[in-house]
């Protein structure tokens, strides 16, 4: 009993440092924000800041930073709903945690990398832009519905399913709203985009399920 308190505890604690981030992100840039929380049915966001590009300056880095702890504990109640196992939160969280951050900064080199190699970094930028924006859309999404899955009655399972699903939506129509207005350059380096979308955005998936499987399954 006492464990379970102090795991409750851990993620009530988890919750407010992202809920302080985005407190902070909201205060330091204000009109930044304001902008990027209209991304998902507005193009201003991606206008506005398609010129710098900056993948981590400050408000990047705490989006960032908010995503990463909230997909962290997003992904353990995964395995805690979904899996017949007891996880020692302690010690699987912080790795959970840990494999997101390596994962996602190498994937972010790699996509600059094989963008210029390609001669469509211009257009790996863009991308990228398109793409963080939506993620980080998501990872405020993830506040809430962690709430839900460690605070409420409603069924995890359920409530799970439905979470994947809306956050697949989200980034999908990220995906496609990026398609729209740059179709001509993606399909002049359709090849290589095609290869660089197997590569460093579906491998990456496919490795990291099949190691959880592997693990916890």
Known sequence: MLR???T???FTGLILVCLLLLVATRQLFTTRFNDFLS?????KYLKLYARERKEFDFFNILLFANFIISAGIFSFLILKNLITQTFE???VLPSIVLVFIIILILKSFLERVVGYYFEFLDLVKIYLLHKNSFKYISGLILVLINILLLFSDLDKKLTIYVSLSLLFLI???GFIRFLKPYQ????????????YLCAL?????????????????
């Not at 991304?39 to 193009?43: A, E, G, L």
């Not at 001509?184 to 290869?195: P, T």
């Not at 955005?201 to 399954?217: A, N």
Request: hydrophobic residues 45%.
């Open 171 to 173: 980034n999908l129509s």
């Open 8 to 10: 409750q505890d851990l």
């Open 39 to 43: 991304v998902t049915y507005n193009i």
């Open 89 to 91: 939160v302690y010690s």
């Open 201 to 217: 955005e579906i491998g990456p998936y496919v490795i990291l399920y099949k190691v959880f499987k592997d693990y916890f399954g």
């Open 4 to 6: 379970e308190y102090f």
């Open 184 to 195: 001509k350059e993606v399909i002049h380096n359709f090849f290589y985009f095609l290869l």
